[in-house]
T-cell receptor
Framework: AQTVTQSQPEMSVQEAETVTLSCTYD???????LFWYKQPPSRQMILVIR??????QNATENRFSVNFQKAAKSFSLKISDSQLGDAAMYFC????????????FGTGTRLQVTL | DSGVTQTPKHLITATGQRVTLRCSPR?????VYWYQQSLDQGLQFLIQ???????AKGNILERFSAQQFPDLHSELNLSSLELGDSALYFC??????????FGPGTRLTVL
């Protein structure tokens, strides 16, 4: 069974600084997607970034980037120039590309942004 | 705004009752997924429909059922409600095998 582990229940970063959230996963599949979702206090689930496993290049979306290490099954999220609006729960998620696939989520990391 | 709509936003009901949650996917998306987010269980996959057909089942109780209609909207029916069913229920939609976009959720409170 696929599992996703986020070992940091809480993280804190100062405004304008950089923070990295960790995620590891376990799978025997070779083709899959990985995602980071953000859940602010509104509870909306917002897609932050997506990585296809077959792509070696790390995905980047503005201030958000990932470090994807396929052999190590590691998928960390780096947030640069942190802003107050980045404060939220962040969930790492795994999605195999089979026909009957579901997102498997980690337990989340709560990110606090301080002045 | 993800383009996925869910109604109602909030639902308060009593134990033993039945409720229906509704989801309209993004235009063009054929897949609809339902997830439950509770405090102690995190985000759990319930069920997936693709173009009207059930494709995958997760940790969905027998008291729960779902369907996807010809216009692609989906409904999640929860019956014989228990206190432990109180949770946030999300619907997500995607193109086939694509990124899932989540609706705003329905917060269910069972008293």
């Amino acid at each position: 069974a696929q599992t996703v582990t986020q070992s940091q229940p809480e993280m804190s970063v100062q405004e304008a600084e950089t923070v990295t959230l960790s995620c590891t996963y376990d799978t025997s599949e070779s083709d899959y997607y990985l995602f980071w979702y953000k859940q602010p206090p509104s509870r909306q689930m917002i897609l932050v970034i997506r990585q296809e496993a077959y792509k070696q290049q790390n995905a980047t979306e503005n201030r958000f980037s990932v470090n994807f290490q396929k052999a190590a099954k590691s998928f960390s999220l780096k947030i640069s120039d942190s802003q107050l609006g980045d404060a939220a729960m962040y969930f790492c998620a795994y999605f195999p590309t089979g026909t009957a696939s579901k997102l498997t989520f980690g337990t989340g990391t709560r990110l606090q942004v301080t002045l | 705004d993800s383009g996925v709509t869910q109604t109602p936003k909030h639902l308060i009901t009593a134990t033993g009752q039945r409720v229906t949650l509704r989801c309209s996917p993004r235009s063009g998306d054929l897949s609809v997924y339902w997830y439950q987010q509770s405090l102690d269980q995190g985000l759990q996959f319930l069920i997936q429909y693709y173009n009207g057909e059930e494709r995958a089942k997760g940790n969905i109780l027998e008291r729960f059922s779902a369907q996807q209609f010809p216009d692609l909207h989906s409904e999640l029916n929860l019956s014989s409600l228990e206190l432990g069913d109180s949770a946030l229920y999300f619907c997500a939609s995607s193109p086939h095998l694509g990124t899932q976009y989540f609706g705003p959720g329905t917060r269910l409170t069972v008293l």
